[in-house]
């Protein structure tokens, strides 16, 4: 029933900028707190942001300063501003939402090049 569908990953240069979206189908007041997660080649999965349902934030401090996530209640949609992207960043962006169970979407591959 839970559907998440990222958007918005792509190609960018060191220093770029991009915005990463979840839609989610129905209302995601439902959740308790939606996030971002990554995962680069041979790496696990990691954190990189979240937000509760009263809208506190939560990041990576890999990402602090540079990330912002942010959700729309009205669109039903998470996101995920990047700036200053780093070659490190380079990962497949994954969206994850938790009622009483966690769910996630299919992944947005963002890479970072030169």
């Known amino acids: 029933q839970v559907q998440l569908v990222e958007s918005g990953g792509g190609l960018v240069q060191p220093g770029g900028s991009l915005t990463l979206s979840c839609a989610a189908a129905g209302s995601i007041l439902r959740f308790v707190a939606m996030g971002w997660y990554r995962q680069a080649p041979g790496k696990q999965r990691e954190f990189v942001a979240l937000?509760?349902?009263?809208?506190?934030?939560t990041y990576a401090e890999s990402v602090k300063g540079r990330f912002t996530i942010s959700r729309d209640t009205t669109k039903n949609t998470l996101s995920l501003q990047m700036s200053s992207l780093k070659l490190e960043d380079t990962a497949v962006y994954y969206c994850n939402a938790h009622d009483f169970s966690d769910h996630w979407g299919q992944g947005t591959q963002v890479t970072v090049s030169a």
């Open positions: 937000i509760s349902t009263g809208g506190t934030a």
